[in-house]
């Protein structure tokens, strides 16, 4: 039944992804602070859907800048060190562990440690 209303409502089965097909380097977004390598993986799904699901890594140095955020949103740690900062509170991320950061928050996430900072970062969004 659920196969047949989503269907109808024009989703496909299924999406599989391949990181290699999606993968783009790019500064990281809210400021442009050091580059990063960046899988848009949700934007290889067709709409409808009704989240984001992307994965970043954050070279040394770099960092996706403080930013509202209008969505609860999390960041789960898959490699490398990182600080979190959500309303002024920073806390150190290690492989994982996750933030889960709140709608209305000022978030933003850097790379510490002396490899890169690789994450999982996902969210819901508007197109359903």
């Known amino acids: 039944m659920i196969g047949a209303l989503l269907l109808a409502a024009g989703a496909p089965a299924m999406v599989v992804v391949r990181d290699e097909d999606v993968r783009r380097e790019e500064p990281p977004p809210h400021g442009n602070i050091g580059m990063s390598t960046a899988y848009r ?13 992307r994965k970043r890594v954050l070279h040394r140095g770099a960092a996706i800048g403080l930013h509202p955020i209008d969505h609860d949103e999390v960041y789960y740690v898959l490699s490398g060190e990182g600080e979190v900062t959500s309303d002024g509170v920073t806390r150190k991320l290690k492989p994982g562990m996750a933030a889960y950061l709140y709608r209305k928050a000022v978030v933003g996430i850097r790379q510490t440690g002396s ?8 969210y819901p969004n508007n197109q359903h």
């Open 115 to 122: 490899e890169p900072l690789a994450l999982i970062i996902s």
């Open 41 to 53: 993986i949700s934007d290889a799904a067709p709409a409808p859907r009704a989240m984001e699901f």
